[in-house]
């Protein structure tokens, strides 16, 4: 490790830098350097740290190509580097809040500190600021040449994921990383968070863990849970945060992955353990409505959803307004409510120009019959988002096959699904043009086919959206039905009508999987 080392004399700082051995204890190489002053500490620092590097072995040409000067990979101002080094590690421990704070310290500070702007951006955009986390992850790419070649690399992977959307070439700016820094635990995280947006769950767990073999930290555990999530390796769960904990490692994260299973298991003592956690995750509100649409309680749904939107507003995060906004629009359509779908995916689209939310909102607009609506918002997407990995193969192929279907062009929406097949598990559509492709195959009448797509959404029920979770169940009663299946209907068609047994009595699909019901438990009577 290097250990540094700071002494005040009168008006000098005496900086002192050596290179030990962890196993021995031994010092390989020494640097002492003097600073007149404190604004010519960083100065003195970089140039004990350049003859460091070279008494240590490192090459003339490395020097050249990778020995930045501090001021320029970093900053100039001492308090900056301290008010970035104290985000850092509030952001390791997953505390935005405080991480926001140091960060926008750093940036008023020293306005041309690229990697504080990049860091900002991404606290950002995790909590909802997305405007304002586009125009900071643009202006740290405009200081890229300002910083060392190690640190392009983060700056760049997070200017594809906040602004350009492209997930693809995140994770290959994430490899090269890895290739290039192999043993370098924040390019491990970096590679696992990019598999982990592409919903390649395997490659995710392997990489981050990995990463906390090098450097256990919350952020590193909480990525392995999330990646375990994704294919239902609960006990995985539970064992890793157990280990972080006893190492006094903790998240939030942990917290609302632990409810989220208790829910899976109908474990209601975990649930109450874990209840301050999903509800801090979701917000006012947020998990009422959550559990409200789960079954089938749409008058609820509706109400808790506007009192949730009207909240975050006022709390200035508009675009978790129109997330909550544009999602509720499309379980509303889902089920047949049309015109509260329309309208409230309008009013998000207007709320904030997010890709996640825009395609939503014409995704809902297709399902809903507002297909003039949905063809001009699909030449938008595919002007303002040309790179956008959700977009271009997820969202735009559900709309596409949507339109179709209002045309009673079900082959025509299949193929226009094709597309999709290794964005599958992608988090932000939440498998939603998985559904749109099952129900392509129950209009065609290819039931064996639209049986594996609602099994998909059942198997992998941590990625899909709670609402079509539960309208999954009667895709896939469907399916069965059009295979002749009757006993695996009927159980399907249980299963969704025990979910709604509370339900609101006049919502349209909850009236035709009763009456499909019925006709399918007549027509084993007969026989």
């Given at each position: 490790t290097i250990e540094g080392s700071i002494a005040n004399l009168e008006n000098q700082y005496v900086i002192g830098l050596s290179a030990v051995n962890c196993r021995t204890g031994e010092t390989f190489a020494q640097e002492q350097v003097t600073a007149d002053g404190k604004q010519k500490v960083l100065s003195a620092l970089g140039d004990a740290v350049s003859r460091l590097r070279s008494k240590l072995g490192e090459s003339r040409k490395s020097l050249e190509t990778y020995d930045v000067p501090l001021a320029q990979a970093t900053t100039s101002s001492l308090e900056a580097l301290?008010?970035?080094?104290?985000?850092?590690?509030?952001?390791?421990?997953?505390?935005?809040?405080?991480?926001?704070?140091?960060?926008?310290?750093t940036v008023s500070l020293d306005k041309v500190f690229g990697l504080a702007y990049s860091m900002l951006s991404v606290i950002q955009n995790d909590i909802g600021y997305n405007d304002q986390a586009i125009e900071n992850s643009k202006r740290a790419y405009e200081l890229r040449d300002r910083i060392s070649e190690y640190e392009k690399f983060p700056l760049l992977k997070d200017y594809?994921?906040?602004v350009t959307g492209n997930v693809d070439k995140e994770l290959q700016i994430c490899q090269q990383w890895v290739q290039t820094y192999p043993h370098d635990m924040p390019a491990l995280l970096g590679l696992a968070v990019a598999n982990l947006r592409l919903g390649r769950a395997d490659n995710a767990i392997a990489q981050s863990l990995e990463a906390n073999r090098l450097s256990p930290t919350a952020l590193?555990?909480?990525?392995?849970?999330?990646?375990?999530?994704?294919?239902?390796?609960?006990?995985e769960i539970h064992a890793t945060i157990q280990q972080a904990r006893a190492r006094q490692l903790d998240s939030p994260v942990f917290g609302r992955?632990?409810?989220?299973?208790?829910?899976?298991?109908?474990?209601?003592?975990?649930m109450a353990a874990n209840l301050e956690a999903i509800s801090w995750s979701l917000g006012p509100l947020g998990l009422d409505a959550m559990l409200a649409a789960q079954q089938g309680r749409f008058s609820r749904f509706?109400?808790?959803?506007?009192?949730?939107?009207?909240?975050?507003?006022?709390?200035?995060?508009?675009?978790?307004?129109?997330?909550?906004?544009?999602?509720?629009?499309?379980?509303?359509?889902?089920?047949?409510?049309?015109?509260?779908?329309?309208?409230?995916?309008i009013e998000a689209s207007k709320m904030s120009a997010n890709w996640d939310v825009q395609g939503n909102a014409a995704l809902t607009l297709a399902l809903a019959g507002d297909s003039a609506s949905a063809q001009k918002m699909v030449s938008d997407l595919k002007e303002h988002f040309p790179e956008a990995t959700s977009i271009q193969f997820c969202y735009?192929?559900?709309?596409?096959?949507?339109?179709?279907?209002?045309?009673g062009k079900a082959q025509e929406a299949i193929e226009s699904l094709r597309a999709i097949s290794s964005y599958e598990l992608l988090p932000a559509p939440q498998m939603i043009?998985?559904?749109?492709?099952?129900?392509?195959?129950?209009?065609?009448?290819?039931?064996?086919?639209?049986?594996?797509?609602?099994?998909?959404?059942?198997?992998?029920?941590?990625?899909?959206?709670?609402?079509s979770r539960v309208l999954g169940h009667l895709g896939l009663g469907r399916a069965y039905a059009l295979q002749g299946d009757t006993t695996k209907a009927r159980k399907e068609y249980q299963d969704f009508l025990a979910l709604w047994k509370d339900a609101d009595p006049d919502i349209p699909i909850l009236k035709e999987a009763k009456n499909e019901y019925r006709k399918l438990v007549s027509s084993e009577n007969q026989h």
């Open positions: 301290q008010a970035y080094s104290q985000g850092i590690r509030a952001f390791e421990k997953n505390d935005s809040a405080s991480a926001t704070s140091y960060f926008e310290r594809q994921h906040i590193g555990a909480s990525l392995t849970c999330n990646s375990y999530m994704i294919v239902n390796r609960y006990d992955l632990l409810y989220w299973i208790a829910f899976d298991q109908n474990d209601q003592a975990g509706r109400d808790l959803t506007q009192r949730g939107m009207v909240l975050r507003i006022q709390a200035n995060q508009k675009a978790i307004a129109a997330r909550l906004s544009v999602r509720a629009a499309l379980f509303e359509a889902l089920v047949g409510n049309l015109t509260e779908a329309k309208k409230a995916a735009l192929p559900a709309v596409r096959a949507a339109l179709a279907l209002n045309q043009a998985v559904y749109v492709r099952g129900s392509a195959y129950l209009a065609a009448r290819q039931g064996a086919e639209a049986a594996v797509e609602f099994q998909k959404i059942l198997e992998y029920r941590n990625v899909a959206s709670r609402g």
